[in-house]
């Protein structure tokens, strides 16, 4: 039976639109670090180099390397951690320049797959669809911990909203954000929905009082 993440794992992938509080554990990612703005032409080639190992490693059986343990599944979503370059946090004031943006894009990928085979995936990627971003690419294990959550529907540039009733949610719980960074799940695919339709979890680490 193939994992369907929107099924097996909802409590991380399809939580309500209002906040939440969530403790979330170690999962293993393809990781990419940059910086700019995400609706510049750039940002998609970030994107599609994830993308290039997440089916490469899917798609493993076909090649005849599947690890021990290979499970058909469906590929994760694209996950992103957001944060403003150092400059701008000296002189922030509370707008956003999106040029000033530092970016983490990541994809989780399946309990199967260790650091062995996910360089063997980096490697044969490397050769049968070369790009310089696949030098920057790592797979790391990453544990978010005790976080609060929730969906937003709508555009990007709407999300403060969101952020203001979830930090308003974390004072009502005896928490504090950890840091000013905070990850988005994208659930839907910008290039192919309207604004107003699109869905995407935020999500950022809290610690008590």
């Not at 059986?61 to 403003?84: M, Q, R, S």
């Not at 989780?108 to 990627?125: G, H, K, M, S, Y």
Request: net charge neutral.
């Amino acid at each position: 039976m193939k994992h369907e993440w929107k099924k097996s794992e909802k409590q991380f992938f399809l939580p309500k639109n209002k906040p939440e509080l969530i403790n979330i554990p170690k999962f293993k990612f393809f990781t990419i670090i940059g910086n700019g703005n995400p609706n510049d032409d750039f940002f998609a080639e970030y994107i599609g180099v994830l993308y290039s190992l997440s089916y490469g490693i899917k798609m493993s059986p076909k090649k005849g390397i599947a690890p021990n343990g290979y499970f058909d599944y469906t590929v994760y979503p694209l996950e992103g951690v957001w944060d403003l370059n150092e400059k701008a946090k000296q002189s922030f004031d509370g707008t956003i320049n999106k040029n000033d943006l530092v970016f983490k894009l990541m994809i989780r990928q399946p309990d199967f797959v260790d650091n062995n085979f996910a360089i063997r995936i980096l490697e044969e990627t490397k050769k049968k669809k070369p790009h310089d971003l696949l030098e920057q690419v790592r797979f790391e294990e990453i544990i978010e911990g005790d976080c609060i959550q929730m969906l937003h529907l709508g555009s990007y540039d709407d999300e403060p909203t969101s952020f203001r009733m979830m930090e308003c949610y974390a004072e009502q719980e005896n928490y504090i954000r950890k840091t000013k960074t905070h990850r988005e799940i994208y659930l839907t695919d910008a290039r192919k929905v309207t604004p107003d339709k699109l869905k995407t979890i935020l999500r950022f680490s809290i610690e008590k009082k």
